[in-house]
């Protein structure tokens, strides 16, 4: 599809969203211009901090898809460290990524390649279309989190820690830190996150035929802290494992088998590849067997 014929540019722009969405990316440049080895480790630190414990542990595997239980009071702090990523509350992140799953590729996928790479990638962001984490819309997504003052409470008030991120990085570092510890890392974060969406459904390998284009990517796995092995995760998506083999690399699962050696998460969905695979033949076979042997051979 040419970027002409990207749904992004078929869309009305959401000029709030825009406006946030260029602030940030003009941060993270004049970031270079404030260049210190003190910042740049704290950018990093808060970019897994965000992404990897927030995000990923927090967001996806623990409130999207409930591959794991844990404290009230560790679900409130991965909580809190994902709204440091600029990717909206729990309300909006959680339902927007049920509804991907729904749908996924068809329509009403929030952000398909089949409509586009710039739009799978930010254009859906940047169009404003169910983003405010209260739309109709995403409400009977969230049943669970409606009902929990706190995810109630941050998903409105999702800007909070991040800014009070900003004022901490001022006081002990100066201007450079927050460059880099705020706009810089928040911006380099969510390409980082959107590569899942685009693509991890564009290029890679698919080891289970799930239907959909998901697949799985070794590059974008080691940028998103292991949620590149996508297509696993589409096969499997109430896994808290998304790297299945040994060579997938994921941090994610890593920081979640911390979590349970330590008494902090239990009650762990995280099947082995081999029985995954034996299941995923079996459906294979039963889709393929004879009709006539279905109906109990011939007469």
Known sequence: MSI?????????????????????????????????????????????VAGGLGVGMGYHRLLTHRGYKTYKWVEYLLTICGALALEGGPFFWVATHRV???????????????????????????????????????LPYIPDLRKDKFHTFISRWHWVPITLSGIVLLAIGGWPFVFWGVFFRAA????????????????GKQRFLTGDTSKNSFWVAILTYGEGWHNNHHAHPQSARHGLAWYEIDFNWYGISILRMLGLAWDVKAPSLESLEKKAAARAAMIHKPLSSLAGGDD
Do not use: C, Y
């Open 100 to 138: 991907h799953h729904q749908n996924t590729d068809v329509e009403g996928d929030p952000h398909s390649p089949n409509d586009g790479g710039f739009w799978a990638h930010m254009g859906w962001i940047l169009t404003g279309r169910v983003m405010h984490n209260h739309a109709e819309e995403l």
């Open 4 to 48: 002409r014929s990207d749904r992004t540019f078929r869309e009305p722009i959401s000029w709030m969203t825009t406006f946030f969405m260029v602030a940030f990316h003009l941060g993270a440049i004049a970031a270079l211009f404030m260049f210190n080895w003190k910042a740049v480790l704290v950018s990093l630190v808060l970019l897994w």
């Open 188 to 203: 380099l974060g969510l390409h980082v996150t959107w590569l899942v969406n685009s693509a991890t459904h564009m290029w």
